[in-house]
Structures are given as structure tokens and as C-alpha cells.
């Protein structure tokens, strides 16, 4: 099975940073790598698809990149509104494996 | 409007059987490229994906509870069921039923999800 190894767990950061996670594929998975944003309470929605496209809807400060075993999601200017949990996820396989999740908080 | 809903019963006890159903609007499970999957979330803890159901009637299950797993489709009624079988108190979780393309790759629509305790 495909093991997803999100980081970091948890961090903080203020209104206007620029925000990093990283997830990391066991093994290649090309460009099948999702982005979720989950908020407490709520389902997850979601922000990237295919590593790197934008969803829908999404706002442009939102990004994705990276291909085969490792993936980044950036938020460029954080936001209060961007205070939630997120999720890597991968399908290369036929099998649906999220990362463990980054909580994000403001400073 | 696309919308999925999730319901089934709120507490189950130990070695019983939980039956979910997703009932959704807005698409057709009979499309081609589309799918409904169950995923769940323990208090607190990392989202899960357990099921999938494709338009063709393909099945996917998670490995590690493939054999307490069953995805079944009525399109007739919009509706796909998950059950689950002898439950224990560590699948206390939240449910999540959602829309899978292909087109995207992606869990693009979600239900609000159900709350499932396991408790005697």
C-alpha cells in the first residue's frame, strides 16, 4: 500500500505568511496527488487536484506543485478564513490514501 | 445543485452490523467517469477512505477492512449503501460519502458526513 507522510503536523503562522506543506508519496504516484481543506465541524473541501490544478472557485493563493513522491501546497498570504486542517490525498493506485493532516493556526 | 447526504444510525454496539446510505442529487451514477466513495473520521483524528462504487460497478475497498466492507448501488433511487460489519468501539467516527470524477481525479462534492458511535 501507498503511505502518504504529510508535514508538519501542526503550525502557526501569521496573517500575510506564506505557508508550506509538504507530502510525501511511499512510492511514485505521478501527478495523482489532491489537496483538502477541512474546517472544524465541516466536510472537507477541495482546493487541488492532480498536484497542481485549482479547483473551481478556489482562490488564486492557494497553489500546489510537485509530481512522482513529492508534493507542496502553498497558501502565498495567509488569511484568518484559512484556519483549518489539511489533506494530502493520492488515487494513483486505485486505492484512495490521505496524508495524516496539517493543523494550521494564526499566530 | 450537486448534494449528497449521509444517514444511518447514530449509535451501533459492538459485533453489530452499520448500514449507511448516501443519498445524492445533482448527478447520475450511471455516468460515465463517475463514483461515490465512503470515507471516515475518528474524533479528532486523520480523514479515512474506505469505499469506492464506480459507474460501472466497480468496487474498491481499503485493504485492512476489505473483508468487513460491502458497497452496493442503487441508481434507481440515487443512493449508495455501506456496510460495515461487526463493529467495534474504535469505528466510533464521523462517515463521509462523496462524489468521485475522474475527470478530476478528486473527491469533488462531499455530504455533511453522519456521526456513528460504537458503544454496548
Known amino acids: 500500500d501507498i503511505q502518504m507522510t504529510q508535514s508538519p503536523s501542526s503550525l502557526s503562522a501569521s496573517v500575510g505568511d506564506r505557508v508550506t506543506i509538504t507530502c510525501q508519496a511511499s512510492q511514485d504516484i505521478r501527478k495523482y496527488l489532491n489537496w483538502y481543506q477541512q474546517k472544524p465541524g465541516k466536510a472537507p473541501k477541495l482546493l487541488i487536484y492532480d498536484a497542481s490544478n485549482l479547483e473551481t472557485g478556489v482562490p488564486s493563493r492557494f497553489s500546489g506543485s510537485g509530481s512522482g513522491t513529492d508534493f507542496t501546497f502553498t497558501i502565498h498570504s495567509l488569511q484568518p478564513e484559512d484556519i483549518a486542517t489539511y489533506y494530502c490525498?493520492?488515487?494513483?493506485?486505485?486505492?484512495?490514501?490521505f496524508g495524516q493532516g496539517t493543523k494550521l493556526e494564526i499566530k | 445543485q450537486i448534494t449528497l447526504k449521509e444517514s444511518g444510525p447514530p449509535l451501533v454496539k459492538p459485533t453489530q452490523t452499520l448500514t449507511l446510505t448516501c443519498t445524492f442529487s445533482?448527478?447520475?451514477?450511471?455516468?460515465?467517469?463517475?463514483?461515490v466513495g465512503w470515507i471516515r473520521q475518528p474524533p479528532g483524528k486523520a480523514l479515512e477512505w474506505l469505499a469506492l462504487i464506480s459507474w460501472d460497478d466497480d468496487k474498491r475497498y481499503i485493504p485492512s477492512l476489505k473483508s468487513r466492507l460491502t458497497i452496493t448501488k442503487d441508481t434507481s433511487k440515487n443512493q449508495v449503501v455501506l456496510t460495515m460489519t461487526n463493529m467495534d468501539p474504535v469505528d466510533t467516527a464521523a462517515y463521509y460519502c462523496?462524489?468521485?470524477?475522474?475527470?478530476?481525479?478528486?473527491?469533488?462534492?462531499w455530504g455533511q458526513g453522519t456521526m456513528v458511535t460504537v458503544s454496548s
Open positions: 462523496a462524489r468521485w470524477t475522474s475527470s478530476l481525479g478528486a473527491f469533488d462534492i
Open positions: 445533482g448527478f447520475s451514477l450511471t455516468t460515465s467517469g463517475v463514483g
Open positions: 490525498q493520492q488515487y494513483d493506485n486505485l486505492l484512495y490514501t
